[in-house]
């Protein structure tokens, strides 16, 4: 998934190269996993075959997972699996059909309840399971949330723990299986998942999915709504409702040569097809790296490709994250920081190096601003986090896995130079190719492969395993965020023509003391408050600093529109910030905002405003 700071704004990444499928070599037993109830390392999941009926009425999905096991443990007689809020109808044998012995242990907080089944003799199990209507990996989007106004929408988002809450599997990222798929949805919509996807529609509403490279369970994913598809290159293209594909394929042009650069550097996209899926505003996140698919927000379409940095990011994925996944969500610095720092290179190729020092200066001073907040003996603000069992994975700081993990990786390169770096990536990514990876391994084969080679005067550990900023980092600078930043200071007036990139890191860099006279100047000469939502997520709340009260029609238009967390989190946080009647009018906003909200956001936003 895409970062929340600044620095992420600016960037745009990675590439791809000749689809094929993936080995399955035996893999070794999985990391054990706090925030997993499965027992991988005794009985483990390899395949699933999905059919699901899509209830837009009901808020529900229907039918069977059919789960395909290894024993590995020859004394295990039960499978161990996840689940949250599902309705168990039926557990039988695939083969024989045979009732299965199976119990749902009581609820865990985090975890969700334990489904414990006896295997019988064929080694398949078959689950009749339902969703419940407020399963939290789940948005219903009611048809005035789309862009058509006519049609209801569904898309997931199952990362980091929520896959549990829409099919029972082994919920780790360290257990990795093949899918294919059956998905009935009502006449006139597509369905698409994390997989090989149809590129028209479907008469009968039926679709059929495989998924040949095993993947994790927080990479399953499926969207159904009023779709058109557009090619961009021979094997990318994107998804969206039909009034916006075509402005969506122009903004993503640059899709193929991010692949190729990305080829280039790290070797073959091992994917076969990359498309994208642009959901409606309400999506939570920027982007989601679902393998084949990425799901992305369309308010990455800025009409001049400068928030393009979004799909590079995602893309990167396809190396680090996808391919390479952390064995646990103590080691998601291994999927977000590699990810984070194959972007910017990635991005340096496209555009240049100038860009590159801005990525590099943005992600500095982002880092800081987020450590500035903690204690440097804080745990969460280590790269290998420690989070046990009663703690949501999620509930860190995002910019220590993306920012600090990706000037881990700009220090080596620094320190060892970039073709020995860019070996030694490449080296990983080819050696554990569809498999999960921790820090550990990451530590020995860095201290073996680098730090073992040439003494450079640090070394790992107080990156990994202590706060602050960590020594071996040269300051990052770029001259041309250097002149934006010394005329916000000033809040002088920038000349005409920025992009909105330019515009971000002038408006993130304004003093938060600028007065009302100095934010209406600015304002009446560039119609910030009419801007995009990259533009407002940053104008907003320097207005309600200010005390601005007209903005108020515009704040709650762009809250009930924009279901962004990045986005909508700092307008609230700023409210919530001001006096009572700003923080009355937050609170009212809310209200009539949260059923628009994915189920992540709507928790994140209800702890702030309450």
């Not at 089944?117 to 989007?141: K, Q």
């Not at 997931?156 to 919920?171: F, N, V």
Request: hydrophobic share 45%; proline share 8%.
């Amino acid at each position: 998934m895409k970062p929340t700071a600044v620095a992420l704004a600016l960037v745009a990444v990675l590439g791809a190269c000749k689809g094929s499928e993936a080995p399955r070599a035996p893999a070794p037993a999985p990391k054990p996993d706090p925030h997993s109830q499965s027992e991988p390392a005794r009985i483990v999941v390899t395949h699933l075959a999905l059919e699901l009926t899509v209830d837009f009425a009901a808020r529900t999905l229907a039918g069977t997972a059919r789960l395909d096991l290894e024993k590995r443990d020859p004394s295990a007689t039960a499978v161990v699996l996840d689940t949250e809020d599902l309705l168990i109808d039926s557990v039988v044998d695939c083969a024989t059909k045979a009732k299965l012995g199976h119990v749902l242990a009581p609820e865990r907080p985090v975890l969700g309840r334990a489904l414990t089944i006896e295997i019988g003799a064929s080694g398949c199990v078959e689950i009749a399971y339902r969703t419940a209507p407020a399963a939290r990996a789940l948005l219903w989007v009611e048809p005035s949330g789309t862009l058509g106004k006519q049609h209801p929408m569904l898309f997931t988002q199952s990362q980091a723990i929520l896959a549990r809450t829409w099919i029972p599997l082994q919920d780790s990222p360290g257990v990795r299986f093949t899918y294919d798929a059956t998905i009935h949805v009502p006449k006139g919509q597509w369905a698409l998942m994390s997989a090989e996807n149809p590129q028209q529609l479907s008469p009968d509403g039926t679709y059929r999915f495989r998924m040949p490279q095993p993947i994790p369970s927080y990479l399953m994913a499926l969207a159904v709504g009023d779709f058109a598809f557009r090619p961009i290159g021979t094997r990318t293209g994107v998804y969206a409702e039909p009034a916006l594909v075509d402005a969506a394929a122009k903004e993503f042009v640059e899709v193929d040569q991010m692949m190729a650069a990305a080829e280039e550097l790290y070797g073959p996209y091992r994917w076969g097809r990359y498309d994208m899926l642009v959901l409606p505003p309400s999506f939570p996140f920027g982007g989601m790296e679902n393998p084949k698919l990425t799901f992305l927000t369309p308010t990455v379409i800025a009409g001049d490709r400068s928030l393009v940095d979004l799909i590079a990011h995602e893309l990167a994925h396809s190396w680090s994250g996808n391919l390479v996944t952390n064995s646990t969500w103590n080691d998601f610095w291994l999927n977000e920081g590699f990810t984070t720092y194959v972007e910017r290179r990635i991005m340096e190729k496209v555009r240049g190096p100038a860009y590159g020092e801005i990525q590099w200066t943005l992600a500095e001073k982002s880092l800081r601003e987020v450590l500035a907040r903690y204690k440097d003996t804080d745990p969460n603000t280590f790269l290998a986090l420690r989070r046990s069992a009663t703690d949501e994975p999620d509930d860190v700081p995002g910019s220590v896995a993306y920012e600090k993990g990706s000037l881990l990786l700009r220090a080596l390169e620094l320190a060892f130079g970039r073709d020995r770096l860019d070996a030694f990536l490449r080296r990983r990514f080819d050696r554990l190719a569809f498999r999960s990876s921790d820090t550990e391994t990451f530590e020995a084969d860095a201290n073996a492969e680098l730090f073992g080679k040439r003494a450079v005067g640090w070394t790992l550990a107080p990156w990994l395993h202590a706060g602050g900023i960590p020594p071996g980092l040269p300051p990052q600078r770029s001259a041309e965020v250097a002149q934006i930043e010394a005329l916000a200071a000033r809040v002088a007036l920038p000349p005409r023509g920025w992009n909105t990139a330019e515009w971000t890191i002038y408006l993130d860099a304004i003093p938060k003391t600028a007065t009302r006279d100095q934010l209406l100047a600015l304002d009446q000469l560039f119609g910030l408050t009419h801007g995009n939502a990259e533009i407002l997520m940053y104008w907003l709340p320097h207005l309600i600093r200010a005390d601005i009260q007209a903005a108020a029609p515009v704040i709650e238009s762009f809250l009930t529109t924009v279901g962004r967390y990045r986005m909508v989190r700092p307008v609230y946080a700023a409210m919530m910030a001001g006096d009572e009647a700003w923080k009355t009018l937050a609170r009212s906003i809310y209200g009539k905002a949260k059923d628009l909200y994915h189920p992540i956001v709507r928790e994140g936003i209800g702890k702030l405003v309450k």
